[in-house]
């Protein structure tokens, strides 16, 4: 049973930085792309992120580009993300997804992790 | 690329049928039959119910199903019931390794 776990939301002021994890299980997870989505309050799904099975691509959308790194550890499972320089735009319940293997949807989701970036 | 167009809401009662659309362009909705549908019910993970347009992966009622047409794809869900009470996104490829998504609707089930 496909399982993704986030971790290391938080409430952080405008200027911080935070990690967030995800763990996988269930699955092999070094054989997919992983992907972050974040929901804003009371907007729509945004994919952030995704990483490629061995980390030999990375994507990062417009809004994120050069404050976020996504990583992943194939042998812990795990995939991260670091962002910094954040602001009060990048509040919102952040979740890793799984890539389906044909690449255009997201099989497996997490339950997310809130950021709140605010004074 | 833009986000596609969701209507904000719907509703409807126990055993009706409602349709939630998902407009988006020749860029994407249109040109690709890869348009995905996910269930998310609060403080819970997101579901995938509905992929390339029509195709339910394995253990997603038969109540739920997709379709395309031009630029809009729809989701529909029969046979209306408590559980199915939500959010529903819509996801579509719009080439070169781009995923839009939808705004999101919010059913409710009266």
């Known amino acids: 049973q496909v399982h993704l776990v986030e971790s290391g939301g938080n409430l952080v002021k405008p200027g911080g930085s935070l990690r967030l994890s995800c763990v996988a299980s269930g699955f092999t997870f070094g054989d997919y792309y992983m992907t972050w989505i974040r929901q804003a309050p009371g907007k729509g799904l945004e994919r952030i992120s995704y990483?490629?099975?061995?980390?030999?691509?990375?994507f990062y959308a417009d809004s994120v580009k050069g404050r976020f790194t996504t990583s992943r550890d194939n042998a812990q499972n795990s995939l991260y993300l670091q962002m910094n320089s954040l602001g009060a735009e990048d509040t919102a319940v952040y979740y890793c997804?799984?890539?389906?293997?044909?690449?255009?949807?997201?099989?497996?989701w997490g339950q997310g992790t809130l950021v709140t970036v605010s004074s | 690329q833009s986000a596609l167009t969701q209507p904000a809401s719907v509703s409807g009662s126990p055993g009706q049928s409602i349709t939630i659309s998902c407009n988006g362009t020749?860029?994407?909705?249109?040109?690709?039959?890869?348009v995905s549908w996910y269930q998310h019910h609060p403080d819970r993970a997101p579901k995938l119910i509905i992929y390339e347009v029509i195709k339910r992966p394995s253990g997603i009622s038969s109540r739920f199903s997709g379709s395309k047409s031009g630029n809009t794809a729809s989701l529909t869900i029969s046979g209306l019931q408590a559980e199915d009470e939500g959010d529903y996104h819509c996801c579509s490829y719009a080439g070169n390794a781009v995923l839009l998504f939808g705004g999101g609707t919010k059913l409710t089930v009266l």
């Open positions: 020749s860029s994407d909705v249109g040109t690709y039959n890869l």
């Open positions: 990483i490629s099975d061995t980390s030999g691509t990375i």
């Open positions: 997804a799984r890539h389906s293997s044909t690449y255009n949807y997201f099989d497996y």
